[in-house]
């Protein structure tokens, strides 16, 4: 794991591309894939729903990340949205903050078909790897939705999701 030693927004950032995509924002979602010792996870701003028959997530991942590699292993993985109260983790799986004993000892963690899910996590999905390419310096995966889960009104993340706006976390 790499903790980064500089912002990876900073103004002025030399890649305009950087700076840019810093500006679109997201929604912040924690993907998480494999069992055991052989857990992975990665926090994805980088993604998309796709509605339809099956509906399907596509997310732009890092093809170095452990996350990348067990999904393709395993061909499963778990799309959870975080919430204002996760975005410690979030720095966590994004390798922006230590994680003593490990990033799945930082929270409280279910198994299930897909993989591990966040038991705090309230909408979530368990999805199967479609297909993957290689876009830019991502890997661009589709995934079809299998299992689908969402918060009902008043559960903090529905109210409160964690946004990432110019490399900060906004309400």
């Known amino acids: ?6 912002h990876p927004f900073r103004d002025p950032d030399p890649d305009p591309v950087r700076r840019f995509r810093g500006r679109v924002g997201g ?14 996870g990665l926090t994805v701003s980088s993604f998309l729903v796709a509605a339809g028959e099956p509906a399907r997530v596509l997310g732009l991942l ?9 999904l393709v292993e395993s061909g499963v993985a778990v799309v959870q949205l975080l919430g204002w109260v996760h975005r410690e983790l979030a720095d966590v799986f994004g390798a922006n ?8 000892r930082q929270a409280e963690f279910v198994e299930t078909s897909w993989g591990p899910r966040l038991a705090s996590a309230h909408t979530w999905a368990g ?3 479609e297909s993957r390419q290689d876009v830019g310096w991502s890997t661009l995966v589709t995934t079809l939705v299998e299992h689908l889960e969402v918060a009902g009104e008043g559960e903090e993340e529905n109210d409160e999701p964690l946004r990432h706006h110019r490399g900060r976390y906004a309400r």
Not at 62 to 70: I, S
């Open 1 to 6: 794991m790499t903790i980064h030693a500089e």
């Open 27 to 40: 929604t912040v979602s924690l993907w998480t894939a494999g069992g055991g010792e052989e857990r992975a």
């Open 62 to 70: 890092d093809p170095d990340a452990d996350l990348t590699d067990r």
């Open 97 to 104: 903050a230590p994680a003593p004993g490990g990033m799945f």
């Open 127 to 129: 999805v199967r790897l």
